[in-house]
């Protein structure tokens, strides 16, 4: 009889793993709709439900127009809606890509810097209380008008979700790993590459979807005090003029927008540290069987 052969432990938060199994066919097909159906069933009811309260109850379209004429003014004013999308499109993107690099740059010194946590991680957290409703009339007047005063005001309000994750992360990281390896040779940076890196990741991702998710309001905001394109431009020139339908069709591209970014940070986030993936997955089969 063969000696039993003990499997490899391997440490959760890393992702040298064996290779997970592969799943039975059409499995992606259960998992999508069991994850997208609920909802999508419950928001289709909830719009029909709209649509025949709006209609039964005889409301005027300017108050609250039903589904089906935002749906109308979609295709109506699609080429005016989207010279607008690209706009906000542009900003989002630009301020999220600051928040990301501010933050995660701040998060490291947050991590190995004791003095610069002591110093920058209260201002950080001090400045989620201020009101980016009121700041954003100061970068009119700080920065001008344009992209960079919106940019700004997108990166202030994605950069602290970013920021706070990351420093969980790199905090969370097991520090007998980290001892193994610099008992085994390796140094600094190696046991930062091997261990560091890999178990900051998740916590990452977690804070890059929160920030995608917020990103569209601090753009909203940002055109609302002063702009001259992007939806919340074009929302607030609707408003005087009793087109609340055409603000309904902004509000839903920003919904979509919003829903995109966070989809597409998860998309990134399983090609980057798939092992994360594979473990959540199974968890939630071990928990839901």
Known sequence: ???AVAKPVVHP???????????????????????WLPPLCLLLGLIGLWELLVRA?????????PPSAIAAELGDSGQLLMRHTWITVQEVLAGLGAALAVGVGLALAIAYWRT???????????SQTVPIIAIAPLLLVWVGYGLQPKMIVVALISFFPVVVNMVDGLRAVDPEMTSMLRSLGAGRWQAFQAV???????????????AAAVSVIGAVIGEWVGASSGLGYLMVQASPRFQTDLVFAAIVILSAMGIA???F????????IPWHSAIRAARDTTRNP
């Open 196 to 210: 560091h890196i890999p178990s900051s990741l998740p916590y990452l991702f977690s804070g890059m979807k929160v």
């Open 116 to 126: 610069v946590a002591r110093a920058i991680y209260p201002i950080v957290i001090a």
């Open 261 to 263: 970014l966070f989809l």
């Open 265 to 272: 940070v998860g998309a990134v986030e399983r090609l980057v």
């Open 1 to 3: 009889m063969a000696p």
């Open 13 to 35: 938060h890393t992702p040298f793993r064996l290779a997970a199994p592969r799943p039975p066919p059409l499995a992606w097909w259960r998992t999508l709709l069991e994850e």
């Open 57 to 65: 109850l005889d409301v005027q379209r300017w108050l609250l127009p």
